[in-house]
């Protein structure tokens, strides 16, 4: 039962964490078909943009080793940010965050660019899918159109609310010290390149066959930019996970629904094949942080990270202290600054 809420709650859900985002009420605007992306501007950037260093991301080993829970931006600290953006994820670094939680697909041209959703429309004033897209088409696009910070995803506020709507389009001046490419939908690459020193827990979306085509060009961009020991590798399809695995077997993995439930249920040990189980605090009204999780958990030494799959109550300060109390090692926090306030 627990596997089917989970796999369903994968497959209709527009955030991995937030559950589904409300349907759109004003109406939208197809994606350009060959719209080309703005070009780059020379406005200041947020942070240095060196060359990714596998000397300055901490492996993974070492993120574990930590005594204290993890920060992760979940996609950027998409409550506090617009979600997925390079934006979010320089503000995310900057309230404490010490790891990027993100998700990943490939576009029509095989790019592999950081969104979740498999349309645009959740986040952007646009519709389409990003698989049917070029790169410079969904770059093209205003990827903090619907973001809130008094609601997201709200689709019914007044205009004003929609605070950095049209900053990608060049309608609006970005935000000091940042350009409007931050607010664009960004490649992995991208991510990796602007934040060198930050390590990345990485979610392939989509199932059979779009899901093993991003598996494997996400292995192909690890071994590239030399990542391996700084990313964890994550996805809810069993089947393309994997395919990752037996494509980048020394990269870190957590398991997929399949894997986890029949762990969950008592049936399998997850010890010599995962470090870092990453779960919701409930689902579908399934309780998953129990007693005996809990127990099983340190008897087997996995990490916990968890997302949360109720934001409006649970991304907060209090539901994260909470959470620390139970044991937590991560808390994939769509508010990393009341996850840094947390930790005081």
Not at 33 to 58: D, K, N, V
Not at 197 to 210: A, N, R
Not at 329 to 335: K, N, P, Y
Request: glycine share 6%.
């Amino acid at each position: 039962m627990l596997a089917a809420s989970m796999l369903a709650t994968a497959c209709t859900a527009t955030d991995s964490s937030s559950g589904p985002i409300a349907t759109p009420q004003p109406p939208t605007t197809p994606a350009p078909a060959s719209t080309a992306a703005p070009e780059a501007t020379t406005e200041p950037t947020p942070l240095p943009r060196p060359a990714p260093s596998a000397s300055l991301r901490p492996t993974i080993d070492e993120l574990l080793a930590i005594p204290f829970p993890l920060n992760i931006a979940h996609a950027g600290g998409d409550q506090m940010a617009p979600h997925s953006t390079l934006f979010a994820m320089a503000r995310a670094i900057e309230e404490g965050a010490n790891m990027l939680e993100l998700d990943v697909r490939l576009t029509a041209d095989g790019a592999l660019v950081v969104h979740h959703d498999e349309t645009v429309e959740g986040t952007t004033g646009a519709e389409g899918r990003i698989q049917d897209l070029t790169l410079a088409e969904a770059q093209a696009l205003d990827n903090a159109y619907w973001f809130s910070p008094t609601c997201w995803p709200c689709r019914d506020l007044p205009e004003e609310e929609y605070v950095f709507r049209g900053v990608r389009t060049g309608e609006v001046d970005p935000p000091p010290g940042f350009r409007s490419e931050d607010f664009k939908i960004p490649t992995l690459r991208e991510v990796v390149f602007n934040f060198p020193e930050m390590p990345l827990d990485i979610e392939i979306m989509g199932s059979y066959p779009e899901g093993f085509a991003t598996a494997a060009a996400v292995a192909t961009e690890i071994e590239l930019l030399e990542l391996t020991e700084g990313v964890v590798v994550t996805s809810f399809d069993d089947g393309v996970l994997t395919a990752f695995e037996l494509l980048a077997p020394e990269v870190e993995t957590s398991p997929g629904v399949d894997e986890l439930t029949l762990w969950l249920l008592g049936g399998k040990s997850l010890r010599d094949e995962h470090r870092i189980l990453q779960v919701p605090p409930e689902l579908d009204g399934v309780a998953v942080l129990t007693e005996e999780f809990w127990a099983r958990a340190r008897a087997e030494d996995l990490a916990v990270w968890i997302w949360m799959n109720d934001p409006r109550d649970q991304e907060n300060v209090i539901f994260y202290q909470q959470l620390i109390a139970q044991g937590a090692d991560g808390i994939i926090a769509g508010r990393p600054n009341e996850m840094a306030a947390a930790l005081l």
